[in-house]
């Protein structure tokens, strides 16, 4: 995606660009966040939990 260490990554974001990059994928939207978080505290990336909707 494009990430630096120290960005801001919002998770409503990251979860429609997995879905279209990845048509197929059996993963729920809660799978996919707990695999956010875990990615993003090993690419040291911080989350924004969006929680209006846009």
Not at 4 to 15: L, M, N, R, Y
Not at 23 to 33: F, I, K, P, R, Y
Not at 37 to 46: E, M, N, R
């Amino acid at each position: 995606m494009g990430s630096q260490p120290g960005d801001i990554i919002s998770v409503k974001a990251t979860i429609v660009a997995v879905r279209e990059r990845g048509g197929d994928l059996l993963e729920t939207d809660c799978q996919l966040v707990e695999m956010i978080v875990k990615s993003a505290s090993v690419w040291g990336l911080f989350i924004a939990f969006d929680v209006r909707e846009a």
